[in-house]
C-alpha cells in the first residue's frame, strides 16, 4: 500500500531541474508500484488522473480517501472573537504556499482602509531554499500589514481565536489537513481553486476559491467575507456540516484499514484458486 499525501513541488514545476527530474521519478513510481498487488491511496481526484494517465498505476489499484481526517471533538465551533475580523495563514511558511499573495493582499486591504487583522502562523525553514526568510517575516510584522505570531501547537485554540482561515497554496497539495481542521472548527476558508484545496471548499459553500497567483482575486475574496458577518458564519456552518458528513478521522482510519483488508482477501482468494 503506498500513501501519496500530494504530488509537491516535483510535479507542479512548470520551469527549472525540478521539470527535467520529472521523467525519472515517474520511471521509478512505475518501477516501485509494479506489485500485482499494489494499492495507492490518493487524496484527490486530479492525483489520481495524473498518475493513471501517465501510467504509474492503473485506475483499479487506486484508493480515493480524501485527506487524513481531523479530530471533530478537538475542533469544534466556537462564537467569532470580538473586535476587528482576524485572518489566518497557518501553513509551512514557504513561497509556494501564497505567502508573498496573502502578504499583498494584506496591504492592499489595509491601503483601501479595511479594518482587519492578518496574521501568519508556522515556522520558517532555514534549509529549505523556498522558505520565507526570518527577515522577511519579521519585517512584515513591524510593518503591521501581516502578524507573525510563529509556530503553535495549539490549533484549535487558534482557530477559535480567528475569523477566517486563508491558504492561497500554489504547491501541488493531497488535502491540507489545516482545511480540514478549519472546516471542522466551523471556519469559512478564503483558498485557491487548485487540486487538494477545491475537494474541502466549495466556492460559495464552505468558502471561496479564487485563482492561484493572483493577489488581487485574493483581496477581493477576503474582504468579502471580512465586511459580510452573516455571509462568513453561514459558510462555516456549512463547512462544519461537510466535516462531520466526509472528513471524520474515525472514517479516514477506516477506510486505510479496509483498503489492508481488502489486500489481503483478495490474497487469501489468489492463493486458494
Not at 18 to 31: A, C, E, K
Request: aromatic share 6%; proline share 7%.
Amino acid at each position: 500500500v503506498y500513501a501519496v499525501t500530494g504530488l509537491g513541488q516535483m510535479f507542479v514545476a512548470t520551469q527549472g531541474p525540478l521539470l527535467f527530474l520529472r521523467p525519472m521519478v515517474l520511471g521509478l513510481l512505475r518501477f516501485a508500484m509494479r506489485h500485482r498487488n499494489a494499492r495507492v491511496i490518493l487524496q484527490n481526484k486530479s492525483d489520481r488522473d495524473f498518475l493513471v494517465g501517465n501510467g504509474v498505476v492503473a485506475m483499479s489499484g487506486t484508493v480515493l480517501i480524501q485527506g487524513s481526517g481531523v479530530d471533530l471533538t478537538a475542533f469544534r465551533p466556537a462564537p467569532e472573537p470580538p473586535g476587528d475580523p482576524v485572518v489566518i495563514l497557518p501553513s509551512r511558511l514557504i513561497w509556494e504556499k501564497g505567502i508573498q499573495e496573502f502578504a499583498d493582499a494584506a496591504k492592499r486591504l489595509r491601503q483601501q482602509g479595511v479594518r482587519a487583522r492578518f496574521a501568519l502562523v508556522g515556522n520558517t525553514h532555514p534549509s529549505n531554499p523556498r522558505a520565507v526568510p526570518e527577515a522577511q517575516l519579521r519585517a512584515w510584522d513591524e510593518s503591521g500589514d501581516v502578524e507573525w505570531w510563529g509556530r503553535r501547537e495549539d490549533m484549535p485554540k487558534v482557530m477559535a481565536e480567528s475569523h477566517i482561515i486563508c491558504l492561497p497554496s500554489k504547491y501541488g497539495e493531497g488535502v491540507p489537513k489545516v482545511l480540514l481542521e478549519a472546516a471542522a472548527a466551523g471556519r469559512p476558508v478564503v483558498a485557491t481553486d487548485t487540486p487538494g484545496c477545491r475537494e474541502v471548499v466549495t466556492d460559495g459553500e464552505a468558502g471561496l476559491l479564487v485563482p492561484a497567483g493572483d493577489a488581487e482575486a485574493l483581496a477581493v475574496a477576503l474582504r468579502r467575507l471580512i465586511e459580510a458577518p452573516a455571509e462568513r458564519q453561514a459558510l462555516g456552518r456549512s463547512a462544519r456540516g461537510r466535516a462531520e458528513a466526509e472528513y471524520s478521522v474515525i472514517s479516514v482510519v477506516q477506510a486505510t484499514l479496509n483498503t489492508y483488508l481488502d489486500l489481503r482477501h483478495a490474497d487469501d482468494a489468489s492463493a486458494s484458486d
